[in-house]
């Protein structure tokens, strides 16, 4: 039985447009217990591991605020992880992990559409005390968040307009932090607790509230030649605006998108060559 239950025509319909609801079966798998993560946390590189006070608002348009002064395996042990909110980054790096990761993503259909095939596919465990909040933002990965511990609520939604996604895309391109200074347009909220999953499309933005038990849940990513296409048109674009250029938005039209991405995978690969 596949981890992931995704209805085909439900995927046809939402990929890369709109958040769907889904089911999955890991929410009884010991790797995702409090004890297996904190194994996984002292074998992981130190930069793997993010903590820092939970109790935020919504909107936090700034750096996240100080960690607690524990290490993250003795905060998974405590009763309520000690007020924190946890990201274990890159869990495909453990073996064990990286094959749960790819037997998740066997579950996604596959349309028929060779821009939409998964790579560079990653995982992430958040762990939240109650009432943590993660305040509004959002990630260029296609991602599936699923809820294994406690509940949560995920709104997700659009973004005002097309200025000021060009404008907050561009500047994280220059070191500029995760969170937005605004909450999602058109919000769809999705309550999520052990078994449900929300598909959350690429660049949208959306936030998190954790209810009043303790929550942990498993972010399922990977990137596609879309995303990587727009993600590059958006670092070409960026580097142009310094030079004084008004570049045409992502999406302004595929063949300029192509080109652009090109220039940008052609400016990097030179880049590694004079390292």
């Not at 074998?43 to 820092?52: F, G, I, K, R, W």
């Not at 348009?61 to 100080?66: E, N, Q």
């Not at 990513?221 to 990587?228: A, I, K, Q, V, W």
Request: glycine letters at 6%; hydrophobic letters at 35%; a negative charge.
């Amino acid at each position: 039985m596949p981890i992931l239950d995704i209805d085909p025509d439900q995927w046809r319909a939402h990929v890369d447009r709109a958040p769907f609801r889904i089911r999955h079966h890991l929410a009884d798998d010991d790797r995702m217990s409090a004890e297996a993560l904190a194994r996984l946390t002292d074998q992981l590189p130190t930069d793997s591991v993010e903590h820092n006070y939970g109790a935020l608002p919504t909107l936090h348009y700034g750096v996240p605020t100080a960690k607690a002064d524990r290490a993250p395996a003795e905060i998974l042990q405590s009763a309520d992880f000690l007020g924190t909110w946890m990201a274990i980054k890159n869990v495909e790096q453990d073996p064990g992990y990286r094959a749960l990761l790819l037997e998740c993503l066997s579950g996604v259909p596959d349309i028929g559409d060779p821009q939409l095939a998964p790579h560079n596919q990653q995982g992430f465990v958040f762990v939240s005390a109650r009432r943590s909040v993660t305040p509004a933002h959002y990630d260029s990965e296609e991602n599936f968040l699923l809820q294994l511990r406690g509940s949560k609520e995920i709104t997700i939604g659009s973004w005002p307009d097309r200025d000021t996604q060009q404008r907050e895309m561009e500047a994280k391109q220059f070191g500029g932090h995760r969170y937005l200074p605004f909450l999602p347009a058109e919000p769809k909220t999705f309550r999520l607790e052990p078994g449900d999953g929300v598909y959350v499309p690429p660049n949208s933005p959306h936030f998190v509230e954790v209810s009043d038990q303790p929550s942990i849940s498993f972010s399922v990513t990977f990137r596609t030649t879309r995303s990587d296409i727009h993600d590059n048109v958006v670092h070409l674009n960026a580097r142009l605006r310094k030079l004084g250029l008004t570049p045409r938005p992502p999406g302004a039209g595929v063949h300029i998108d192509r080109a652009k991405s090109l220039v940008t995978r052609i400016h990097a690969r030179a880049m590694q060559r004079w390292k």
